[in-house]
């Protein structure tokens, strides 16, 4: 969710962009360039990470709201990163009955019980989803990212580690938060905040919560 951006601000000096990324990314460069699918099945990670993506200019907010969702949560369960997988969704769910909850992600995510399954879908349908839910909540993903793009409520945690010289914190209140989205984040530095804090994050984004023992 940086590259998308720092190809819009390349292409504001050109007459003509053209972008090529995975299958299926279309729609994030579909208002500013053409776009050309490519075959790799790996992505780069060596483009300039200490850029800023804060100018509002750069963005375009994605999606139409097309869904009353009240919760998209994402459960990550990526295995190289397997120590900060979120251990308690059963109690978030518990307290969320009564809502309409959905999870998003790939395959490789989880999915909950009593969740709507919103995972692997094409990525216009996706932004579709998160800019008409109330908040999606999960720990520092691109999701999030992508959700915040889509203008779209966060709850959202880390640990309080800098990184490319801020903090996680800052990163989704101020500097990748170009419509200003309400973000309530979790600092824990094992990636597990307790399910009292996470609810009651979520309880400021949505009405009427039953938070639950």
Aim: aromatic fraction near 10%.
């Amino acid at each position: 969710m940086s590259w998308a951006p720092l190809c819009r601000k390349q292409a504001q000096d050109h007459s003509c962009s053209v972008a090529t990324s995975f299958p299926g990314m279309a729609p994030l460069y579909a208002d500013f360039a053409e776009f050309e699918a490519h075959d790799a099945t790996s992505r780069s990670l060596t483009y300039p990470k200490t850029y800023r993506v804060g100018d509002q200019g750069l963005f375009h907010k994605y999606g139409t709201q097309k869904n009353a969702v009240d919760v998209l949560i994402h459960v990550r369960q990526a295995r190289r990163k397997a120590n900060i997988n979120y251990l308690h969704w059963g109690t978030i769910m518990d307290a969320l009955r009564g809502f309409r909850v959905g999870v998003v992600g790939t395959a490789e995510d989880g999915l909950l019980k009593g969740a709507e399954d919103f995972r692997c879908l094409p990525l216009q349908e996706l932004m579709d989803i998160m800019a008409g839910a109330a908040v999606t909540v999960g720990c520092s993903s691109g999701v999030m990212h992508l959700a915040a793009a889509c203008g779209c409520n966060l709850v959202v945690w880390g640990d309080n580690r800098t990184y490319f010289s801020e903090t996680l914190e800052k990163r989704y209140k101020e500097t990748w938060n170009p419509f200003r989205v309400d973000v309530g984040y979790a600092s824990a530095d094992d990636w597990q905040p307790e399910p009292r804090r996470v609810l009651d994050l979520i309880g400021d984004q949505v009405t009427a919560l039953s938070k639950g023992p």
